[in-house]
């Protein structure tokens, strides 16, 4: 089946550093990447979504310029996370479409996530 | 917009049981679909079992099955002969038919097991 590789799975990063975390399609071309972010015991929240090729669309108070989203190909977006500060420690997750998937595609496939932790 | 409940923050469910999960969504689409995903503590999200807005027959995978009301909006979520690795936070999730469009989820709701 699908798998979608998110690497690093833990990342301890100084505050005012910056951090990129990667997703890979492996076995599929991901036209669309969502990426989220979830605190402990709390619900998925979208960030962003990037189709290969053109500018992400970032959701309401998300700040673009903070978390830069990057979909160069169809198998590989990242997200940089810069000036990274104690209050962006969180767990972010990437989701990714199959484009031979069709119109009425079913569910999609997520990463594995990563534990950002900022001191 | 769309917007799903879950008014279950944590349910508990003795090994061998029959747990439901509630959710209701709200939308004024006629045609979309519904998930529920599971998060262990893994945090990997997997995919438990979906359902198309357009078909009236309940989704059913082996211990899983959904009781869908459309009129109701509403989507639950039934674990039979519960298992402890079925322990998790269970999300639902609703997207509009168009493939590429986002998933809209639930809170979510811990699910716990005891032997």
């Known amino acids: 089946g699908a798998v979608v590789s998110q690497h690093p799975s833990r990342v301890i990063c100084k505050s005012g550093t910056s951090v990129k975390i990667e997703c890979r399609s492996l076995d599929f071309q991901a036209t669309t990447m969502f990426w989220y972010r979830q605190f402990p015991k709390q619900s998925l929240m979208l960030m962003a979504t990037?189709?290969?090729?053109?500018?992400?669309?970032?959701e309401q108070g998300v700040e673009k310029d903070k978390f830069l989203i990057n979909h160069a190909s169809l198998t590989l977006s990242t997200l940089t996370v810069t000036s990274a500060h104690p209050e962006d420690s969180s767990f972010y997750i990437c989701?990714?479409?199959?484009?031979?998937?069709?119109?009425?595609?079913?569910?999609?496939?997520f990463g594995s996530g990563t534990r950002l932790t900022v001191v | 917009a769309q917007t799903v409940t879950q008014s279950q923050p944590e349910m508990s469910v003795q090994e061998a049981e029959t747990v439901t999960l509630s959710c209701t969504y709200d939308?004024?689409?006629?045609?979309?679909?519904l998930f529920w995903y599971k998060q262990p503590p893994s945090r990997q999200m997997i995919l438990v079992i979906r359902?198309?807005?357009?078909?009236?027959q309940n989704a059913t995978e082996n211990r899983f099955s959904v009781n869908f009301q459309k009129a109701a909006k509403s989507f639950s979520l039934k674990i039979s002969d519960s298992q402890l690795g079925d322990a998790a936070m269970y999300f639902c999730?609703?997207?509009?038919?168009?493939?590429?469009?986002?998933?809209?989820f639930g809170a979510g709701t811990i699910l716990r097991v005891k032997s």
């Open positions: 990037s189709n290969e090729g053109s500018k992400a669309t970032y």
């Open positions: 939308t004024s689409e006629s045609d979309y679909y």
């Open positions: 359902q198309e807005a357009y078909k009236q």
């Open positions: 999730a609703y997207r509009e038919v168009e493939y590429g469009n986002k998933l809209v």
């Open positions: 989701s990714a479409r199959d484009r031979t998937r069709g119109t009425r595609g079913y569910g999609y496939t």
